[in-house]
């Protein structure tokens, strides 16, 4: 537990880092502001039609009788909205990290900055990596789209599906948003998709103690902007652990655990 205890401490220290630092916080919101606003007519638009939907996948209920017919089409509706929501709170990192990409590029490369040590750039212009974000983007959301639709089928399993089931629909919630917002940093190192998703498996505990409660606070309405500018910094600092850079200034501490980290990779440009 100590892992996702650090992964937990990663995501507070980037609230704190923005919060000493106004001006980016500021320039955090924006990208948040635009996509919430977008989401949230889809969400309102999904809550009007998620029981029109849920009729009109089951036609064949329409002659059973009460309360069998109000209790499928209910729980359809349920369904059909969580997903929705599950959906969305996957999607709205990745949306707005593409919309906000010249934003949160920069601000990274101050955390960096400020941690002391190398800061590396991509060297590539805009629209590539508005391109290679995007392109990134989408093979994550099939990932996230094949969980999905494994856990909503198996949300209908009695018991497991009311409890075990969200639990690891939360998990993979969490895991995928770190792997978003540790993109920004770990890009800008020269690392390819491929590359990210091997150095996160190789700490799970630690991606998870950082997105899980991440992926929870995105579910209340507006925290997820208020949080994205602090959840980049705090990604930036955890995607210096994971290659390796850890906290420069913290020479005291240093018992030689840092032997064990993955070697710190030195910026090139990113491939295809």
């Not at 977008?38 to 996948?57: C, E, H, N, P, Q």
């Not at 409660?213 to 990604?235: E, H, I, S, T």
């Amino acid at each position: 537990m100590r892992e996702a205890a650090a992964g937990f401490g990663y995501l507070f220290n980037g609230q704190r880092w923005v919060a000493r630092h106004g001006r980016w916080f500021g320039i955090g919101l924006v990208p948040g502001l635009i996509t919430l606003v977008v989401y949230a007519g889809a969400l309102v638009g999904l809550g009007y039609g998620a029981d029109d939907l849920a009729a009109w996948a089951t036609p064949f209920a329409d002659d059973w009788s009460s309360p069998w017919l109000g209790l499928l089409r209910t729980t359809l509706t349920v369904l059909v909205f969580a997903f929705g929501l599950f959906l969305a709170v996957i999607t709205f990192t990745a949306v707005t990290l593409l919309v906000g990409q010249p934003f949160y590029e920069s601000l990274s490369e101050e955390v960096d900055r400020a941690e002391g040590g190398e800061v590396p750039v991509s060297g590539l212009t805009l629209w590539r990596e508005l391109w290679i974000s995007a392109r990134d983007s989408v093979r994550i959301l099939v990932r996230v789209a094949l969980y999905a639709v494994l856990l909503f089928a198996l949300g209908f399993v009695p018991v497991a599906g009311q409890t075990v089931v969200p639990l690891i629909g939360f998990c993979v919630t969490g895991y995928f948003l770190a792997e978003e917002l540790t993109a920004v940093a770990l890009q800008r190192r020269g690392m390819v998709l491929k590359d990210r998703l091997v150095l996160l498996r190789g700490r799970r505990l630690l991606i998870l103690g950082f997105g899980v409660p991440l992926g929870l606070a995105f579910l209340v309405p507006f925290v997820a902007v208020f949080l994205m500018p602090g959840a980049v910094a705090g990604a930036t600092l955890l995607a210096r652990e994971l290659v390796g850079q850890g906290d420069d200034t913290d020479d005291e501490g240093d018992d030689g655990e840092g032997e064990a980290m993955l070697p710190s990779t030195s910026p090139h440009t990113v491939n295809d």
